[in-house]
């Protein structure tokens, strides 16, 4: 049987009236990724939160390596480590000097934490910017440092709440080749995004959308239940053509992608391929295999309509 590192049944929060987070399930296995892709306001960051310990469930279930939260949150506080969206280091202080600070809050022994900050100092490449105070680094170098600093303490599960929102495609790249590098030593990792590049990397993805989880399995399952249903058309007319799309009850989406629009039908369609030949008559259309972005919309199309 699978371990699991996060399990929580029913969980919920509320902030007065609004509902951030309603009725969620999670099953995440130990060692894996798991991801949690929404956007803005759909209750990434309140259920994290939860599954923290730092904030109390309005309703629910949930065990963190095998700990009852909110009840038992003070004993996980080692054992895990939380990396926020909004950067939480002193940006007056060096790496160096964050670094040992963090490390003196985590307890650690005196004799282990100078072997411990080289090695993360060179895990993560910062040996060069050890001397370097944060506020003249760019963004991904800071969330270099973020990510050494919520690892320092040698957590089995790490929480990272949108970590490269501030990164560009490359840095963001080297990012996650680190997070794969902390995954296969055995971390547990629970991320949220709203980049559908950093969601097709998880082992498995929860797609939230207002509090609510719409989708929950792999991205290449997810992406799988689609086929057949995405058509892309190229040729002439593609604004007209969408507005004509947009108004069917048949199409999920439309967009427009450079000179192609990609249309995604709903589960019921039979034969899309054709339907959309019929409407299209002055352009070319062919199947398209299903993006996580076709699976988002998908699973989001029943709020829109
Ligand atoms: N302390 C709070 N008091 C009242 N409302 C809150 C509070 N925290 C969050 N919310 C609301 O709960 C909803 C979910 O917010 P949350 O921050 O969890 O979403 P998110 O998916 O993480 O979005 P973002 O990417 O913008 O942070 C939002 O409507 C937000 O305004």
């Not at 799988?224 to 009850?249: D, I, K, N």
């Not at 999920?252 to 034969?271: I, N």
Request: overall charge neutral.
């Amino acid at each position: 049987m699978t371990e699991l590192a996060i399990t929580a049944r029913g969980l919920t929060r509320r902030f007065g009236e609004l509902t951030a987070v309603d009725h969620i399930d999670l099953s995440v296995e130990k060692g894996r990724i798991f991801g949690f892709l929404g956007p803005n306001g759909s209750g990434k960051t309140t259920a994290i939160r939860m599954l923290c310990g730092l904030l109390t469930p309005s309703e629910g279930e949930v065990a963190v390596l095998g700990r009852s939260i909110p009840a038992e949150a003070e004993k996980l506080r080692l054992e895990i480590g939380y990396m926020t969206q909004k950067f939480s280091l002193y940006t007056d202080l060096t790496t160096l000097e964050n670094l040992r600070f963090m490390a003196r809050v985590y307890g650690l022994a005196h004799g282990q934490r100078r072997q411990r900050i080289d090695e993360v100092l060179q895990q993560f490449g910062l040996t060069e910017l050890r001397d370097r105070q944060l506020h003249a680094m760019s963004g991904g170098q800071r969330q270099r440092v973020a990510l050494a600093v919520a690892t320092l303490h040698r957590p089995t599960l790490l929480f990272l709440d949108e970590p490269t929102s501030a990164v560009d495609p490359q840095n963001r790249r080297d990012f996650w080749e680190k997070l794969f590098d902390l995954s296969e030593a055995g971390t547990t990792i629970l991320v949220s995004t709203h980049y559908m590049d950093e969601a097709e990397r998880c082992h498995r993805l929860a797609i939230l959308e207002r509090g609510k989880v719409r989708r929950d399995d792999s991205p290449q399952a997810l992406m799988a239940a689609l086929e057949g249903r995405v058509v892309e058309v190229s040729g002439s007319g593609l604004r007209a053509l969408r507005e004509q799309l947009m108004a069917r009850p048949d199409v999920v989406s439309a967009a427009q992608q450079g000179s192609r629009l990609r249309v995604l039908f709903d589960e019921e369609t039979t034969a899309p391929l054709d339907r959309l030949q019929a409407a299209a008559q002055h352009q070319t259309c062919q199947l398209a295999r299903p993006n996580l972005e076709d699976v988002f919309m998908a699973a989001t199309a029943g709020e829109r309509r």
